[in-house]
């Protein structure tokens, strides 16, 4: 099933990823469900659980998501052939740093190489928050279905119920992003 659902997200284009167009800038909010290719903000999956499937680190720990009930959670799918996610990096660790201890930031790296891509890149980046947590057979990818673009950004509060996703690359340390992760922590 794990093989199926990994040549399914492949098949799938990361629309997200794609900033070769000459597209203008899309709206932030969509309040419609989802949509392949919808860049912003969306609650249409709003209640979901957080997904329980494994990951693992580059050292062979593993972490069951679902574990951190009772924390709020921000959960970012990202890549490093992908050159909005590793924009938006850095802005998540420094979230993390700014919310330590309150909200718990998430990276999933959704690359095929595993360790092998992602250690040297998060050497290289310096991060200091952020953990290199791997998606190996993309089961947790999986969870958010097989229409899902690169980066996505979902944020959980303590009870381990979604609260919005977010699609496309944004500056996580800006004052609307912010925000949006107070929702989680009891203010808005």
Do not use: H, I
């Amino acid at each position: 099933m794990s093989a199926l659902l990994l040549a399914a997200l492949l098949a799938v284009p990361m629309t997200a990823c794609d900033r070769q167009s000459d597209r203008g800038a899309q709206p932030k909010e969509n309040s419609a469900p989802a949509k392949q290719g919808v860049v912003g903000l969306d609650r249409s999956a709003a209640g979901s659980p957080l997904p329980g499937a494994v990951l693992t680190d580059p050292a062979g720990r593993t972490l069951d998501p679902a574990s951190l009930e009772g924390t709020p959670v921000l959960v970012n799918l990202w890549a490093t052939w992908c050159a909005p996610c590793k924009a938006e990096m850095p802005t998540l660790d420094a979230l993390a740093g700014e919310y330590a201890g309150e909200l718990k930031v998430l990276t999933v790296s959704q690359d095929l190489t595993g360790a092998q891509a992602v250690v040297p890149y998060f050497e290289e980046a310096g991060f200091t928050l952020l953990e290199p947590w791997l998606d190996p057979d993309a089961d947790f990818a999986g969870a958010y279905g097989v229409n899902v673009g690169l980066p996505l950004t979902v944020l959980y509060d303590a009870a381990g119920r979604e609260l919005w996703r977010y699609s496309g690359d944004r500056d996580w340390t800006d004052a609307e992003s912010r925000a949006l992760v107070e929702e989680a922590l009891g203010g808005e």
